[in-house]
């Protein structure tokens, strides 16, 4: 019997399969920390220089699982224009691929979308060996040399060293078009929120919705660690230029009772210093254990009551820029089947989630 009935290595069976590598062509490499490029996606950049969703050093205390999840680029992206009719990137990553129920492409690779805000359309993922901690993938060759928008969007689950892109050495490259505003729409929450289990960084919900929106998006999403401590409020209260926060983290709450501590207390911190901003609370959706676990769905949707009595009586004590959304029908019908797991988001769950979301996001933001 042949090695390959063995062993059943795809990549030898079916060209697709395989893992990218470079053209051949040649290439100049850029660093996208540089001019004309823009990195945005990561709050605390322009301090730290880092690809980072924390700064290095939080001025308040926050616990060690999120202080290394904080690492994990999710939500972070590079935009720039450019004429080069290839694409590729070097890329070191802070470990291997290591999730039993998410692609390496969705946990450390990056992906690639062409398009003005609106129209972007998805070209291309780092197909790689995800045994390695490094790679270097052509991303796409293409025969038109028409300058085009290029968003790059980072690995969900795991850190970046280091990236270079790599272009046509004669390539015209030209910063991006501004955003129509600088005001960010930011998320705190889960490891749902984070991006778990989209199969590639642009499947995460709040990368669909930067795609629909012509703002910065910024993810902090931290799996597992989002319990709404009083310190994350307060770190990201301080986030400069915010245009809306959205509170997802109901599903890491612990418990109901430390969840109808954490909220109200989280509010109020965020309100100290944002008193005109908008704040979305998002209650879960159900999860595939209520069906063989009753005592799941009683704790739910205790938790959806009281969101709504709190958003309730926070906002007829005047508080007119609180909104709640009740994530119940956030997958829509047969929901269950739109999880990896029962819990975690498969690409058309997010895509779900997304679509239910844009519309109370244009309506919060005016657009």
Same mark, same amino acid.
């Given at each position: 019997?042949?090695?390959?009935?063995?062993?059943?290595?795809?990549?030898? &069976?079916?060209?697709?399969?395989?893992?990218?590598? &470079? +053209?051949?062509?040649?290439?100049?490499?850029?660093?996208?920390?540089?001019?004309? /490029?823009? *990195?945005?996606?990561?709050?605390?950049?322009?301090?730290?220089?880092?690809?980072?969703?924390?700064?290095?050093?939080?001025?308040?205390? #926050?616990?060690?699982? #999120?202080?290394?999840?904080?690492?994990?680029?999710?939500?972070?992206?590079?935009? /720039?224009?450019? +004429?080069?009719?290839?694409?590729?990137?070097?890329?070191?990553?802070?470990? %291997?691929?290591?999730?039993?129920?998410?692609?390496?492409?969705?946990?450390?690779?990056? $992906?690639?979308?062409?398009?003005?805000?609106?129209?972007?359309?998805?070209?291309?993922?780092?197909?790689?060996? =995800?045994?390695?901690?490094?790679?270097?993938?052509?991303?796409?060759?293409?025969?038109?040399?028409?300058?085009?928008?290029?968003?790059?969007?980072?690995?969900?689950?795991?850190?970046?060293?280091?990236?270079?892109?790599?272009?046509?050495?004669?390539?015209? !490259?030209?910063?991006?078009?501004?955003?129509?505003? +600088?005001?960010?729409?930011?998320?705190?929450?889960?490891?749902?929120?984070?991006?778990?289990?989209?199969?590639?960084?642009?499947?995460?919900?709040?990368?669909?919705?930067?795609?629909?929106?012509?703002?910065?998006?910024?993810?902090?999403? /931290? +799996?597992?660690?989002?319990?709404?401590?009083?310190?994350?409020?307060?770190? *990201?209260?301080? *986030?400069?230029?915010?245009?809306?926060?959205?509170?997802?983290?109901?599903?890491?709450?612990?418990?109901?009772?430390?969840?109808?501590?954490?909220?109200?207390?989280?509010?109020?911190?965020?309100?100290?210093? =944002?008193?005109?901003?908008?704040?979305?609370?998002?209650? %879960?959706?159900?999860?595939?254990?209520? !069906?063989?676990?009753?005592?799941?769905?009683?704790?739910?949707?205790?938790? &959806?009551? /009281?969101?709504?009595?709190? *958003?309730?009586?926070?906002? %007829?004590?005047?508080?007119?820029?609180?909104?709640?959304?009740?994530?119940?029908?956030?997958?829509?019908?047969?929901? =269950?089947?739109?999880?990896? $797991?029962?819990?975690?988001?498969?690409?058309?769950?997010?895509?779900?989630?997304?679509? %239910? &979301?844009?519309?109370?996001?244009?309506?919060?933001?005016?657009?």
């Amino acid at each position: 019997m042949s090695e390959d009935r063995q062993s059943m290595n795809v990549g030898r &069976l079916d060209e697709h399969m395989k893992a990218h590598s &470079l +053209s051949g062509i040649p290439l100049q490499w850029h660093n996208p920390k540089q001019s004309p /490029f823009e *990195i945005n996606g990561f709050a605390w950049f322009e301090e730290d220089r880092t690809f980072r969703r924390l700064p290095k050093q939080p001025k308040f205390e #926050v616990t060690e699982a #999120v202080d290394v999840l904080a690492n994990c680029t999710a939500g972070g992206q590079i935009r /720039f224009r450019t +004429s080069s009719r290839q694409l590729a990137l070097k890329v070191k990553l802070q470990g %291997k691929a290591n999730m039993f129920h998410m692609p390496a492409t969705g946990q450390c690779g990056f $992906d690639c979308y062409i398009g003005e805000p609106g129209e972007q359309q998805f070209v291309g993922v780092t197909k790689y060996d =995800h045994t390695q901690e490094e790679y270097e993938v052509t991303l796409f060759e293409r025969q038109n040399g028409e300058p085009v928008l290029i968003t790059l969007n980072f690995p969900l689950y795991q850190g970046v060293k280091e990236v270079a892109i790599g272009l046509d050495p004669d390539a015209v !490259i030209q910063p991006p078009s501004p955003y129509t505003t +600088s005001k960010k729409v930011i998320f705190y929450g889960t490891s749902i929120l984070q991006g778990g289990c989209a199969s590639r960084p642009g499947m995460a919900y709040p990368n669909i919705l930067s795609r629909r929106f012509n703002q910065e998006f910024i993810n902090l999403g /931290f +799996s597992g660690n989002g319990k709404g401590e009083a310190n994350m409020a307060r770190l *990201i209260r301080e *986030i400069k230029d915010p245009a809306c926060l959205v509170l997802d983290y109901e599903p890491n709450c612990v418990s109901t009772a430390l969840y109808k501590e954490t909220l109200p207390r989280f509010i109020q911190l965020y309100r100290e210093y =944002h008193r005109d901003i908008p704040i979305l609370v998002v209650s %879960k959706y159900p999860y595939a254990y209520e !069906i063989v676990n009753p005592i799941l769905r009683e704790e739910r949707l205790e938790r &959806l009551s /009281f969101q709504k009595q709190l *958003i309730q009586q926070l906002q %007829k004590a005047g508080d007119q820029r609180l909104y709640f959304y009740d994530g119940t029908d956030l997958l829509g019908e047969n929901n =269950h089947e739109k999880t990896v $797991d029962g819990s975690h988001a498969t690409d058309l769950g997010f895509m779900c989630v997304a679509e %239910k &979301l844009t519309p109370i996001l244009k309506g919060i933001l005016c657009i």
